[in-house]
T-cell receptor, first 114, second 114 residues
Framework: AQSVSQHNHHVILSEAASLELGCNYS??????LFWYVQYPGQHLQLLLKYFSGDPLVKGIKGFEAEFIKSKFSFNLRKPSVQWSDTAEYFC????????????FGIGTKLQVIP | DTGVSQDPRHKITKRGQNVTFRCDPI?????LYWYRQTLGQGPEFLTY????????KSRLLSDRFSAERPKGSFSTLEIQRTEQGDSAMYLCASSPGQDGYEQYFGPGTRLTVT
């Protein structure tokens, strides 16, 4: 069974600082990878996803993530955060091909200070 | 509205009572999922439907839990004889039947068992 590990549970940054949130997964085969975001009072929404092809994927609001297969990692990055990025971020993994359940990480709470 | 909807948004019940939650997926999606999320955790998979067929159930889903999707459209999740440990956010998500698509989440139903 697959698993996901998010290294930072709570991150506090000042506006304009750069962001990198770590995500490692455990699974022996090909995977699909996701970052979801939950803004305060809102439901989970997709930030970006990797299914195949270019391992550097770009998402909404200037976020990007890089899939490094050899490291089983899918870290989320943003060069300059804004106060509106304050939210909880979840990394998720799904074995690729057909139906397979999605496994989520524990989440990272990001607080951006103006 | 083209999103996933859930009803009710909040439910407070006394221990021992039965509760039922409803999820309406995006209309053209034939895959439907239920998750449970507790404070400080990511969503945990409970069960999955492809059309009306329940294809997978987590070991988290005890005998007190039952889910249905009778006509392959909306789904219900029932918890019988609720316990305080059932207090959580119950999330529903849907996705198209083909691969290559992420799951779209609803706003969730927050259950509090007193």
């Amino acid at each position: 069974a697959q698993s996901v590990s998010q290294h930072n549970h709570h991150v506090i940054l000042s506006e304009a600082a750069s962001l990198e949130l770590g995500c490692n997964y455990s699974y022996g085969g090909t995977v699909n990878l996701f970052w979801y975001v939950q803004y305060p009072g809102q439901h989970l929404q997709l930030l970006l996803k990797y299914f195949s092809g270019d391992p550097l994927v770009k998402g909404i609001k200037g976020f990007e993530a890089e899939f490094i297969k050899s490291k089983f990692s899918f870290n989320l990055r943003k060069p300059s955060v804004q106060w509106s990025d304050t939210a909880e971020y979840f990394c998720a993994v799904k074995p690729s091909g057909g139906y397979q359940k999605v496994t989520f990480g524990i989440g990272t709470k990001l607080q951006v200070i103006p | 509205d083209t999103g996933v909807s859930q009803d009710p948004r909040h439910k407070i019940t006394k221990r021992g009572q039965n509760v039922t939650f409803r999820c309406d997926p995006i209309s053209e999606h034939n895959r439907l999922y239920w998750y449970r999320q507790t404070l400080g955790q990511g969503p945990e998979f409970l069960t999955y439907f492809q059309n009306e067929a329940q294809l997978e159930k987590s070991r988290l889903l005890s005998d007190r839990f039952s889910a249905e999707r009778p006509k392959g459209s909306f789904s219900t999740l029932e918890i019988q004889r609720t316990e305080q440990g059932d207090s959580a956010m119950y999330l529903c998500a849907s996705s198209p039947g083909q691969d290559g698509y992420e799951q779209y989440f609803g706003p969730g139903t927050r259950l509090t068992v007193t």
